[in-house]
């Protein structure tokens, strides 16, 4: 793997100026709750600082990215082409920044859908990316107390927000946050 300060800057020169302020405020979130639920810290920051790398990369460069990388692009990415900045992402760090640890990489890819049965830092790296400082949207106060309670129950709230935002604006939903949302739950009632 290629060096933090090399990651870190190479992320700053594919970045907007606000987008890489936010993958600083994802990165410093994510060791936090690295901290806080004992996950390894090195990982939370490579994952943090590099979870955006592609984002802003135009729809048409993220399609032909995704089909040199083999990635198999689906009906809801095809209509909604900024979820393949996570797929895309990850190959794009596993080429250029020669990561190969399939649990950051993993965090990266799942980033904005989710999935279910997700790893500890998968969790950290999704819920980080909603509640890092610089975010303002209805209900982060409350999901930022509850993901330093109870990561999976934050997460579930945010899928709940997620799924609610998309559906007011007749948005099309990943099955991928569906299978998070109810791997959640049935987690939840088998405890």
């Known amino acids: 793997m290629k060096d933090y300060e ?11 100026q606000e987008r ?12 936090k709750l690295g901290k806080k639920y004992g996950e390894d810290e090195f990982k939370c920051k490579i994952a943090g600082i590099a979870h955006d790398c592609v984002k802003n990369f135009t729809n ?4 032909e990215m995704a089909h040199e990388y083999g990635i198999n692009i689906d009906i809801i990415q095809k209509y909604s082409p900024q979820l393949m900045h996570g797929p895309v992402g990850a190959a794009y760090c596993k080429d250029k920044f020669e990561i190969d640890d399939k649990d950051i990489l993993n965090a990266i890819y799942y980033h904005t859908t989710g999935r279910g049965n997700m790893s500890l ?4 790296i999704y819920i980080a990316d909603l509640i890092e400082e610089g975010r303002n949207f209805q209900g ?7 993901a330093y309670e109870d990561i999976d129950e934050a997460i579930l709230m945010s899928c709940n927000l997620t799924i609610e935002y998309v559906l007011q604006r007749r948005l099309l939903i990943h099955p991928l946050t569906i299978e998070l949302r109810n791997t959640l739950i049935l987690e939840g009632t088998n405890e």
Not at 6 to 16: A, G
Not at 60 to 63: A, G, R, S
Not at 121 to 124: A, P, Y
């Open 6 to 16: 090399f990651i870190k800057n190479e992320v700053k020169s594919l970045l907007k």
């Open 20 to 31: 890489y302020i936010h993958s600083l405020n994802v990165e410093k979130e994510a060791i």
């Open 60 to 63: 048409d460069k993220l399609y």
């Open 121 to 124: 830092l998968e969790k950290i």
């Open 140 to 146: 982060v106060n409350e999901l930022r107390k509850k």
